[in-house]
Structure formats: C-alpha cells, structure tokens
C-alpha cells in the first residue's frame, strides 16, 4: 500500500511552491494544521545529478518529522537525471515522488521544464518512466496544467499522462497561457474524472487552483465525489489554520506565536527570504502595516523577537471588526493588511505592503 492508497478520501495537501514551501515554513503549518500530504519546493534533477549542484539540491530535500508523510517534487527534462534522483529519494525518507509537468515560471520553461513538458509529450513519457523505474517502490505522481496555451489541449495531453498508470494526478484547472489570471475550469471537472475513468480508474486525481478554504473544497467534493482530493497553496497565506477542520480564523497572539516558530525553525543567516513572509502573520490588526515595516528594517532573528515582543504588548494593536467578523468577511483589502494609520517611515513600507510572495510555482 502506497501513501496515496492509506489517505482517505478527500485528501488535502500543501502545493510545492517554490521560494515558500521549505522545511522552516513546513514546520510552522504543521504545528497550525497540518494537510494530509506535503511536497518540497521543487528540485532540479540535473543539479542533483552534478557534482556543482548535489549540496543545493540535498539541502532542498531536507526533511522533519513533522513532515512526514511528504512527497518529493523533482522538475527538468533530462531522462537520465529524473532516473538518478528518483533513486535516492526513499532513503532520503520520502513517502513518494511527484514530476512537476506544470510549473508555468518562464525560466523554468525555456530549460524544458514544467509546463514546457506539454509540448514534449514523448519526452515527458520518457523522464516519466525512468523516474518509475528507478522510484524503489516509490509512487510517482504528476502535477500538470490543462495544456500549455489551448485549452483544449487537456483531451490529448491528460490521456497520454494517465496511461502510464501515474499513483496520482494534481490538474491545476488552467493552462500555461491563462497563468492565474482567469478563473479556474471547474466545469472541466467531469471531463476530467470521465478521462481518468477511461485510462486509469486506478490514478487518484486532485484538482489544483482557485481553491479557497477547506470548506469550499469540500463543497466540490459534495458535487464530485469520484475526486480523491485538492491541492491549495496561496490561500495558505491568508490562513495558516488553512487545513484545521473546524476553519478556525486565528488571534493575533497565535499569528505572533507562529512568527516565533518560524524563527525557531529558520536555518539561514540570511534573514532576506524569511521577510517575505511578515505579510502571513502580521496583518489585520490596527497598526499592522507600521509594524511589517519596523520589521523589514531588521538586520537579524533577535532583532526580530524584540520588534514583536513590542507588537504583543501595544494595546492599540487590535483586530480590525472585518477580520473578527471571520474569513467570510474578510475583504481583499482586510486581508493585505491595510489599516488606517500609516507608519510615518517610509523605508522598506513598499516591501512590506507588497502582494504577498511571487512563487515560480503558483500551481
């Protein structure tokens, strides 16, 4: 029995989002609410495969315990590489290996890689195949789009994956083209379970993309109940508790809580990436813009305690009535974290009132 077969059904799981999903900020939604199943940001098989890039590579594939079960994303085009990766990653301690078909991040697709995989069925198939071949029991499922500029492109591209019997199918419910800038296809949805039906009634298949909260997932899975489960990842940032059962909305003391862990957790000297994401746990609340912007201005960890031991204990630090109304209330501007007293320096606040984070794989 594979990871996929012990999940019932629905099963939730984190997207791999390159930039935001590494171990650090694993940990931090584990200790919230952690989904069914999480995935590594992705890894490049040719850099595993060198000697330059095995340190890189091996560092992305750090796992916790509280990781467990986790799927491997591996992305490139080279049949070789995806064979040689695909090797090592059960004793690296991974539950599965997952081909990213569908990255849409524009370097990614001028190397061959991710969604660029549409366009090359044949060598899809080929990286597809050595990468199972040499999984050591592994599963290997694939994350894709519905095609890379037509729509229509899914009625040739999904079959081709689903014959090769993949343990699972995530479809992001766009093509590369579209990107995020229209709505998801769920009308597609029907399609898409009659197609696995077909080629691979055996094939868990997870839909991908605009999916909100908890709840509406499960409101889809009321209408298609053959769905085996969903893959959300940027509305991780606006909720944390994301995959709690209860869709708790959290305080402000445990936004700050999970702060603090995510710095326990940060292993980097370099405290640059760790700023990005402020925007997740210090936001709706009176004054929250002034302190994103004091804490863009720290030069390390412990400077960052003390600007939030500060925030925790300001009185006029409160949650905004729209945030206390519950996410249903919440507003796109109520969750960029607007408030009305602008902080009076101007250093760093277009960071720190900047859209959230620009993930090369927002699925």
């Not at 549409?118 to 071949?133: E, G, M, N, V």
């Not at 898409?192 to 999916?211: H, M, Q, V, Y």
């Not at 945030?323 to 009305?340: H, I, L, W």
Request: net charge positive.
């Amino acid at each position: 029995m594979t990871v996929w077969d012990s999940l019932k059904k629905p099963i939730f799981c984190l997207a791999p989002m390159e930039g935001v999903t590494d171990r650090a900020f694993r940990g931090v939604i584990a200790a919230a609410a952690r989904p069914d199943l999480f995935f590594t940001e992705f890894t490049n098989v040719s850099s595993f495969a060198s000697e330059q890039g095995r340190t890189n590579a091996l560092n992305r594939l750090k796992i916790s315990a509280t990781d467990s079960p986790i799927i491997a994303q591996i992305w490139g085009k080279n049949p070789n590489h995806f064979a040689t990766l695909a090797s090592s990653l059960k004793s690296l301690g991974f539950s599965g290996i997952d081909l990213n078909f569908g990255c849409p991040d524009r370097h990614v697709n001028r190397a061959g890689g991710g969604a660029a995989m549409i366009r090359t069925p044949d060598l899809a198939i080929d990286c597809l195949r050595r990468a199972k071949l040499n999984s050591n029991g592994l599963p290997v499922s694939i994350k894709t789009r519905l095609g890379f500029t037509y729509l229509e492109e899914y009625k040739d591209w999904l079959p081709t994956l689903l014959k090769e019997r993949p343990a699972a199918l995530t479809v992001h419910l766009r093509t590369r083209k579209e990107m995020s800038k229209v709505p998801a296809h769920f009308e597609l949805i029907p399609d898409l379970l009659a197609l696995r039906e077909t080629f691979s009634p055996e094939t868990k298949l997870l839909i991908n993309g605009d999916l909100k909260s908890r709840a509406m997932c499960l409101d889809l899975w009321q209408q298609y109940p053959s769905l085996d489960g969903f893959m959300l990842g940027r509305a991780i940032f606006d909720n944390p508790y994301l995959f709690s059962k209860d869709n708790h909305v959290p305080t402000k003391t445990e936004l700050f809580n999970l702060l603090n862990l995510h710095l326990d957790l940060y292993e980097s000297n370099n405290i640059e990436p760790l700023k990005h994401y402020f925007k997740i746990y210090i936001k709706d609340f009176n004054g929250a813009s002034a302190l994103r912007t004091k804490l863009m201005e720290c030069k390390d960890v412990e400077s960052i305690r003390l600007v939030l031991r500060a925030g925790r204990q300001d009185r006029s630090c409160r949650r905004t009535a729209a945030y206390e109304r519950g996410p249903a209330s919440a507003t796109p501007a109520t969750a960029g974290g607007r408030d009305s007293r602008p902080a009076k320096r101007t250093v760093d606040r277009k960071r720190a009132n900047a859209p959230l984070l620009k993930s090369k794989n927002l699925i």
